[in-house]
């Protein structure tokens, strides 16, 4: 039988969610469901993968489903597509697997033209609705379809309207709609050079490849990457009869929240707005109204919503989001689904659901996404400073949290400030679009001019977990001036404010922020994710505080205290390079020598944040150049400090120079080449030990970790090094601690050869940063240069030191995994770098049967949170 690639409502569920798109899947489920749904019929995902395996054609077989399914659609509603007397018209509406906000485009009131517009007006006995229709089409297939700039077709609604004294688009009669229409049609001719197709059936074929095309503009393809979306997965297409919200004042369109997205509270939450169509409810075209003052607009159709809304929530035992259109006073249903929110809410939801009976714990912790556990962490504002603020503003409390920083007021100057020169910035817009994705990820915070709770801004900012303040209309912001006038206060480009996205508050200057509470459904949440994970987890901590950090957010030890780092500090850094510069062994020692009492008290200090949690110490990694300067004037400056000859100390530094530092004097070869440092930091670490047990009374069992190895004969030259010295210390102290050595697991030849390796070293930790690196052979500091085209070709989908790759550094992974093992069968594996907090590279450490994941303090809770999703859904 041939493959099917189109499916009437009637024929799907929720369950065809990868063929259907969710979307099309859940306008089957609700039609299933017998709500009052607008029928249609979906263009399958799978059409639009041959659409582009097929070179970007839609193929005969797909076209004639499609026809066939629109002469169904005509049969049911009892109209023609195209008719001149009672039309046809259908919205096309992209639909991919996950909901993609504002990132795919959708087409209303198709079939329109110059003659059914007519039918249209007649049989509906409103002239004025037919033309409102025909313009919001031409705009919309001229802006999504054929990529004119729809600002040309607001410029020309504008001018209209400034004609004819009116204030809003529902100000305008049917007459001023027809000139609209026409000087629409004019400039439709102008940019592309024919008139505006009339043939409804062109129309149709051209808006659906239109949705094809967009899942592949540049701001899906960002958005993708941002959510870890494959780029094969492709949208699906739903074209569905049309409801009118635009027939007048009993008619209108609004969205809703089943709970409140913000705060997670049970109640009916959203917007809509009378005589209005699609968009303009989240444009900002008009201020929406909220939904509760439909109740006394119109309380029938109130009721048989919340009747339906609950009906959805219970169905799907989740909050839903829900689009609606209210056409002369009957209510149809345009789209549910699993409703976006802020963390907070997310953790009050999972958990009410649990205490109202509709899901158990295991499903509340497979509830809240992990990444979004970062909103939570971070900063609020200073409650004694904040007292001393007062607002200048208020706008609507779009996405909680805090954010202070300087002000930009576009995409690419936030981006150029925040990326560029490391600045704090607030995003400032009269409203956000698709094409400002990239500056709103990279602000603390993002304001508006226009726009409710629902707008793209406040979506988008939710989903990101930054802070927004939206729809603040005192504040006249000029974009191309990059000026801000609130009330007598202007504020420019550069300038600090603060917003409290919480209130809706926004502040002149830069407000101090304090760090988050980490109680109440935080703590329940999390409680439950402990009980069910497996993975242990561990935070990356070079200095006590950020060991005290991880602590508070659960860290179970430290996997990773990166020594380097403390030498970089101004009171030590003289000492580290005299030990670099040193000619001999006598004057490399005498400035370890002096290195040595900064390294005990940096372990000691860690050692009393951890307790008896279990600290890895990983032995000097970095190329030694890297603690050198490299100015002639910083050379001089140095020479003198030191007492040496400035030509000397130049040469010095020249020949520490490499081609390839990443592939040079760094690591275990450090040690290799002068074992007195392995010596020194050893001592260091034993005594530091000894003493934080003795203090304490408490047993500590430090762990010596090198890095680099990559053959079992340095791994022992090494390991007999620390042994030697550690003994030494324990035997001059009379102590009796337990210590171990190991290795980090980051050279491929230390993957390909763990069984060896595994004979000295009594615990593994996977560096996949540099395991990354060297596997793909592409440095971590120069890949950005060019990654940036594979993604644009389709090359790799997502930055592979942010997302660990599974199948080939992956495979690395496991097999030094089962290798070590063999060998060693209680070898303790875990995992540290960018990937340990990482939520898809967790749940293959998981499943990889690795120990425990460590990663950076401010991530523990995400990694809690995903081991305990990855368990679950192993489980499953
Ligand atoms: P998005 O994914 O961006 O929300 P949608 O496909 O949901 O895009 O369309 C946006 C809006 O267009 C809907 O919320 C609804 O108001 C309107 N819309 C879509 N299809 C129809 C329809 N058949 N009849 C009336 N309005 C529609
Ligand atoms: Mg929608
Ligand atoms: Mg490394």
């Not at 705009?139 to 004819?164: H, P, R, T």
């Not at 994705?437 to 406040?458: D, F, K, N, P």
């Not at 040079?664 to 020194?680: N, S």
């Not at 210590?739 to 000295?760: F, H, N, S």
Request: hydrophobic share 40%; charged share 25%.
């Amino acid at each position: 039988m041939a493959k099917k690639y189109v499916y009437l409502f009637s024929e799907g569920n929720a369950s065809m969610r990868n063929l259907l798109g969710g979307k099309g899947a859940n306008l089957a489920e609700m039609t299933n469901l017998g709500l009052p749904v607008p029928q249609g019929f979906t263009v399958t995902t799978e059409a639009c993968t041959k659409y582009y395996e097929d070179g970007k054609k839609i193929s005969d077989e797909i076209v004639e489903e499609i026809y066939k399914n629109m002469a169904i659609l005509e049969q049911i509603n009892n109209k023609k597509f195209g008719d001149k007397k009672n039309p046809l018209l259908v919205s096309v509406r992209s639909g991919a697997r996950v909901s993609m906000p504002g990132m795919m485009d959708t087409i209303l009131n198709l079939g329109l033209n110059d003659d059914t517009v007519i039918g249209l007006a007649e049989a509906t006995n409103n002239e004025r609705f037919a033309y409102d229709s025909y313009r919001r089409f031409i705009q919309m297939f001229s802006d999504v379809v054929m990529g004119i700039d729809k600002n040309k077709f607001e410029a020309i609604l504008d001018a209209v309207k400034e004609e004819n004294g009116a204030k809003y688009d529902t100000d305008l009669t049917a007459e001023n709609l027809k000139e609209v229409v026409k000087r629409y049609k004019e400039l439709y001719k102008q940019e592309m050079g024919v008139e505006f197709p009339q043939d409804p059936k062109v129309q149709l074929l051209e808006a659906v490849k239109a949705v094809f095309r967009s899942w592949d503009n540049p701001r899906a393809i960002v958005y993708r990457r941002l959510n870890d979306i494959p780029s094969d997965w492709g949208t699906a297409v739903n074209v569905q009869t049309m409801v009118f919200g635009n027939m007048g004042n009993d008619s209108g369109t609004g969205v809703a929240f089943t709970r409140n997205p913000a705060t997670g509270e049970k109640a009916l939450f959203g917007e809509f707005l009378m005589n209005a169509q699609g968009e303009d409810v989240v444009a900002g075209i008009r201020t929406p109204q909220p939904i509760s003052t439909l109740k006394d607009i119109m309380p029938e159709v109130y009721n048989q919503f919340t009747e339906i809304a609950n009906k959805l929530e219970n169905h799907y035992r989740d909050m839903q989001d829900i689009e609606f259109t209210i056409e002369r006073s009957k209510l149809y249903m345009l789209q549910t689904r699993n409703g976006k929110r802020t963390a907070q809410a997310a953790l009050k939801v999972a958990i009410d659901l649990v205490n109202e009976g509709l899901i158990d714990e295991k499903e509340a912790v497979l509830r809240v996404d992990p990444k979004q556990l970062d909103q939570l962490l971070h900063p609020m504002f200073d409650a004694e400073a904040l007292k001393a603020a007062k607002p200048i503003a208020k706008g609507l409390p779009a996405s909680p949290g805090a954010a202070a920083g300087k002000v930009y007021f576009t995409a690419d100057d936030a981006v150029e400030a925040a990326k560029g020169r490391g600045e704090k910035v607030v995003l400032v817009r009269m409203e956000t679009s698709p094409e400002d994705i990239e500056g709103m990820v990279v602000a603390q915070g993002i304001l508006t001019g226009r726009g409710g709770m629902t707008s793209h801004a406040a979506v988008v900012a939710r989903g990101m977990g930054t802070c927004c303040v939206a729809g603040c209309s005192a504040a006249l912001i000029d974009e191309n001036e990059k000026v801000m006038k609130i009330g007598d206060v202007i504020v420019k480009e550069g300038d600090y404010i603060s917003i409290d996205g919480s209130t809706g508050n926004v502040y002149l200057g830069e407000i101090k922020t304090v760090p988050p509470s980490l109680t109440g459904n935080f703590a329940t949440l999390m409680g439950w994710a402990d009980r069910y994970r497996k993975l242990k987890v561990k935070a990356n901590a070079d200095i006590p505080r950020d060991a005290k950090v991880a602590v508070n957010f659960g860290a179970e030890g430290i996997g990773l205290c990166r020594t380097e780092h403390m030498f970089f500090a101004e009171d030590r850094i003289p000492a580290m390079r005299e030990m670099i510069v040193s000619k001999t062994e006598e004057q490399r020692r005498n400035a370890l020598n002096k290195l040595l009492p900064m390294q005990r008290s940096d372990f000691e200090g860690l050692f009393e944040a951890m307790g008896e949690h279990p600290v890895t110490i990983r032995l000097l990694d970095p190329p030694l150049h890297e603690f050198l300067p490299h100015e002639d004037e910083d050379i001089k400056a140095l020479a003198n400090e030191m007492g040496m000859a400035f030509e000397d100390l130049k040469a010095t530094v020249e020949s520490l120079k490499e081609f390839n530092p990443m592939l040079g004097f760094r690591g275990c070869r450090l040690a290799v080449k002068y074992p007195e440092i392995a010596e020194m930091q050893t001592r260091a670490i034993i005594e530091a030990a000894i003493n934080v047990s003795n203090k304490l009374g408490i047993n500590i069992e430090p762990q010596i970790m090198i890095p680099l190895i990559g053959d079992i004969k340095e791994m022992k030259y090494v390991k007999e090094i620390i042994v030697k010295t550690a003994d030494e210390v324990l035997k001059e102290k009379n102590a009796n601690l337990k210590y171990q050595v190991g290795t980090m697991i980051e050279v491929p030849r230390a993957a390909l050869t763990a069984d060896e390796i595994a004979k000295e070293a009594e615990f593994f930790s996977f560096g996949t940063n540099d395991l990354t690196q060297l596997t793909f052979a592409f440095s971590r500091d120069d890949a950005g240069k060019f990654l940036e085209s594979y993604y644009d070709k389709k090359i790799y989908d997502f930055d592979p030191f942010a997302k660990l790759d599974q199948n080939g550094v992956g495979k690395l992974v496991e097999m030094g995994t089962k290798l070590g093992r063999q060998t060693r069968p209680d070898l303790s594996v875990g995992i540290c770098g960018e990937h340990g907090g990482d939520p898809s590279s967790i749940e293959f450490c998981h499943k990889a049967g690795l120990d425990y994941v460590s990663c950076s303090p401010y991530r523990v809770p995400i990694a809690r949170l995903a081991a305990a999703q990855a368990a679950i859904k192993d489980e499953k």
